[in-house]
């Protein structure tokens, strides 16, 4: 079955420094994978979403992440974190089956400090 | 409204209450889900619903029960429930199950704190 690790469940940056947010999925199919973040007393909402083609992958608010085949990752990464991007950050990968329900990951807080 | 509504956005109840939780979707999509999120815990996929069809229910006890009377609306109905049924309640939407260009985006609606008492 297809699942997502994320590591860490918490990460503490310091605005303008570089976030990192790992990513591992399982999978028996090439796999469509998604981040989501969650904002203090909001619902999740779609960041990027890899499917096919170019592997590394823009999203909004400057992320963006990378799809690697050979390491089963799809890391989200920023250049340089601001206050705002503090929130829960949700990995996805589709499900096996014909539908395109995703199965996400436990979340990873990002925690930005002034 | 856009987007993805539920009320109420907060909710109170003992265990021997019977109460509602509405979602409603203005973006013409077709297929409509539940969630329950826990601290600690991950997203739990409880219903899933495509073009008003009931299409998976996960094991959820049946205190809990769904209706989608259309493709817009989306219920959940609560009876009996338990303190450990504490959670926030997530509604989502998406263009229906099977769409492979948008590879099923999901929106999700802000969600009902639900505290059982």
């Known amino acids: 079955a297809q699942s997502v690790t994320q590591l860490g469940s918490h990460v503490s940056v310091s605005e303008g420094a570089l976030v990192l947010l790992r990513c591992n999925y399982s999978?028996?199919?090439?796999?469509?994978l998604f981040w989501y973040v969650q904002y203090p007393n909001q619902g999740l909402q779609l960041l990027l979403k890899?499917?096919?083609?170019?592997?590394l992958v823009n999203g909004i608010n400057g992320f963006e992440a990378e799809f690697k085949k050979s390491e089963t990752s799809f890391h989200l990464t920023k250049p340089s974190a601001h206050m705002s991007d503090a929130a829960e950050y949700f990995c996805?990968?589709?499900?096996?089956?014909?539908?395109?329900?995703?199965?996400f990951g436990r979340g990873t807080s990002l925690i930005v400090h002034p | 409204e856009t987007g993805v509504t539920q009320t109420p956005r907060h909710l109170v109840m003992g265990m021997t209450n019977k109460k509602s939780l509405k979602c409603e979707q203005h973006?013409?999509?077709?297929?409509m889900y539940w969630y329950k999120q826990s601290a600690k815990k991950p997203l739990e996929l409880m219903f899933v619903?495509?073009?008003?069809?009931?299409?998976e229910n996960n094991s959820v006890p049946s205190r809990f029960s769904p209706e989608c009377p259309n493709s817009s609306h989306l219920f959940l109905h609560l009876h009996t429930l338990q303190p450990e049924d504490s959670a926030l309640y997530l509604c989502?939407?998406?263009?229906?199950?099977?769409?492979?260009?948008?590879?099923?985006?999901?929106?999700f609606g802000a969600g009902s704190r639900l505290t059982v008492l």
């Open positions: 973006l013409g999509h077709n297929a």
């Open positions: 999978s028996s199919v090439p796999p469509y």
């Open positions: 996805a990968v589709k499900r096996s089956g014909g539908s395109y329900i995703p199965t």
């Open positions: 619903y495509n073009f008003k069809e009931q299409t």
């Open positions: 890899y499917t096919t083609g170019a592997t």
């Open positions: 989502a939407s998406s263009q229906d199950l099977m769409r492979i260009s948008g590879a099923n985006v999901l929106t």
